[in-house]
């Protein structure tokens, strides 16, 4: 009897102790949970992705709303909208390569902060003084014949333009330097916060028109430009405090190599390199304080000299773009700036000759946001596959195959491209030709002018050509040809996004420290420069039935842009260019390139 009672007591002592020690794991594994996601909600990881979301959130905001305002102010005028896209890409264009040179010869506290807060401010007064314009429109339109109101939108577009420099150099300095400071050696790491970052540019792309649109909708543009000003306010300050604690929990942020100093240590790894076997690396950036350093004393200089050097420094930042390992890679990217084949202004335009309804293209957006997103994704496993440069390249058959279908598309039931139209004939018909345009009587009995593009009447919700007798029931256009159209569009997104993010890296991995902003500035420069040109492009041919040969020299650029990162890849890779590799030999075989200065050590 008394060893059965032993007995059951030992057993319950056991259980008592196996229920203490579950308890004491899961309280250990709970606190351990816990700990983690906080050390991850403070990293300096993701504090710079809660910044870059706040600051892609008003840019968004703010260049959906501008453009609005504009065509608002204007009286439902595109004019003053495309002066002021000119005005941005010409600014970005010329002092592209000035506004990098900036970002490298200070530093990165100083540049981040600054370039915030002149972005926000600018923002904050554009919207100021939109509301005034809002209110006291008549007002100022009999104020000195008007001019009054004429110098109100040239200091809106001269401080949007400011604000969208400053928005720049924000992303040259974030995306471009911070980033790879905070990944520190590891290239995988970097790989992943590039392309959460590109994760968040799709969504607040998408969600940002959205609500600022509901909120204009709802309300009206004064409240619009009122939220937008109260919104960059609260961010600034917000963003303010996330840099500066990035900048903390990062050491390594303060520390900054000139010119001088980088190429005096490549030269001398160039030595130990020698030396070395040829398994061992060596971190070829040794990191230092400027601000350990003296000021040397400045020379003076005449005022010609400072007169010529924005220019000496564009020319400069050009030279050594140029002379990058990565330059036909960088080339490459640009190349793809030079398409229609994207969901932007002039394809909507198209989709609605073509009688597809708004609430289809909305539908159509967020499939390309989804695509894109997917994009990111297939970047970071493909990348751990076969190595980055060979990312690019399966990016960039996915993308140009993609596009095949556009091409397709052109010459498929319903497209209108008809080759006996000149593209010029509606440019000609307005320059040199006296004659007035043709008229249709309106459903109210007003004249109606029938405008040579061929373009639905949207005001009226109508899909129904201008030139053509409202009365009768015209044929439905087939819809084959712009279903191909869109499904290439959006099927290229996963290797437009992934090809992107190649590039991206490989200019943060093989660019030099000292030249990041200057060589990023020049990107920006090339990727604004083929965007105008594309502009320029449909502006020479602006009738749907030119558009098939917009999409044709479209697809032809991106196979370019694709020709020329494949010579990159084959410079850079060798005969090695389509062998099978592991994770390991992909990465050594990325890390080959000449001048690469994001090595690991072994």
């Known amino acids: 009897m008394q060893s059965s009672f032993s007995a ?51 840019d968004r905001m703010w260049h959906f709303a501008v453009s609005v305002f504009l065509v608002e102010l204007y009286g439902n005028s595109l004019l003053l909208t495309a002066v002021y896209g000119l005005v941005v890409a010409g600014s970005v264009l010329l002092l592209g390569a000035i506004i990098g040179d900036w970002v490298d010869k200070n530093s990165r506290l100083k540049v981040a902060q600054t370039s915030l807060v002149v972005q926000n401010a600018s923002v904050i007064l554009c919207g100021i003084i939109l509301m005034i314009i809002f209110l006291f429109k008549t007002q100022l339109l009999t104020l000195y014949h008007g001019w009054l109101l004429t110098m109100c939108y040239i200091l809106v577009i001269t401080i949007a333009n400011i604000a969208n420099l400053a928005s720049t150099a924000t992303a040259i300095t974030i995306q471009r330097d911070w980033i790879v400071v905070v990944a520190g050696e590891d290239r995988s790491k970097l790989a992943d ?56 929990k990062t050491p390594t942020l303060a520390l900054k190599c000139s010119k001088v100093e980088e190429s005096e240590l490549k030269q001398l790894n160039v030595k130990k390199e020698n030396d070395m076997k040829p398994a061992e690396g060596v971190q070829l950036i040794v990191e230092k304080d400027v601000t ?53 202004c002039i394809t909507t335009g198209y989709a609605y000759t073509q009688g597809l309804s708004g609430s289809v293209l909305s539908l159509l957006m967020g499939a390309s946001a989804i695509t894109g997103i997917m994009g990111t994704v297939a ?61 249709i009587a309106s459903p109210g009995g007003e004249p109606e002018v029938a405008f040579a593009t061929g373009m639905p009447n949207l005001l009226n919700g109508s899909a129904t050509p201008a030139n053509t007798d409202p009365e009768m029931s015209p044929e439905p256009v087939p819809l084959i040809s712009v279903s191909l159209l869109f ?30 902003g200057i060589i990023n500035g020049v990107q920006n420069s090339m990727n604004y420069l083929l965007d105008l040109l594309h502009f320029i492009m449909v502006i020479l041919a ?54 690469f200065y994001f090595r690991y050590r072994p």
């Not at 008592?16 to 403070?42: E, I, W």
């Not at 564009?314 to 140029?322: E, S, T």
């Not at 190595?387 to 390249?393: C, D, S, Y």
């Open 193 to 248: 916060m590039n392309a959460t970052i590109r994760r968040i540019d799709q969504l607040t792309n998408i969600l940002a028109p959205m609500a600022v649109g509901q909120i204009m909708t709802f309300g009206s543009p004064m409240i619009g430009c009122g939220f937008i000003s109260g919104w960059n306010l609260m961010s600034m300050c917000v963003e303010y405090l996330l840099l500066w604690k990035v900048y903390q």
């Open 487 to 516: 499904a290439g569009v959006i099927a290229a997104r996963v290797g437009l996004w992934s090809f992107d993010l190649t590039v991206t890296q490989l200019l943060q991995e093989n660019v030099a420290e000292s030249e990041r």
């Open 379 to 439: 970047f970071t496993w493909l990348r751990r596959k076969c190595g980055l440069i060979r990312t690019g390249l399966i990016s960039g058959i996915a993308q140009f195959s993609c596009l095949v279908l556009c091409a397709i598309s052109v010459f498929m039931p319903g497209s209108p491209l008809d080759l006996t139209v000149s593209p010029f004939a509606d440019i000609s018909a307005r320059l040199f030709e006296n004659e007035p345009l043709p008229t």
């Open 8 to 58: 059951s007591a030992c057993r319950h002592l056991n259980c008592r102790r196996r229920c203490k020690d579950r308890q004491l794991r899961s309280g250990r594994d709970s606190s351990s949970v816990s700990g983690a996601l906080v050390g991850y909600f403070t990293s300096a990881k993701f504090l710079l992705y809660l910044g870059h979301a706040l600051s892609t959130w008003g």
């Open 542 to 595: 602006p009738n749907p039935e030119a558009f098939g040969l917009l999409v044709l020299i479209s697809v032809s650029f991106v196979a370019m842009g694709h020709i020329m990162y494949f010579r990159f890849a084959q410079k850079s890779l060798g005969k090695q260019l389509f062998a099978c590799c592991t994770p390991d030999s992909g990465a050594v075989s990325d890390s080959s390139l000449p001048g």
């Open 292 to 344: 350990g350093f003296e000021p040397q004393q400045e020379k003076e200089v005449g005022c010609a000299a400072r007169i010529a050097e924005p220019f000496i420094t564009f020319r400069d930042g050009w030279v050594a773009y140029y002379n990058q390992p990565v330059f036909l890679a960088g080339m490459g990217l640009a190349f793809l700036y030079m398409t229609v084949l994207g969901f932007d």
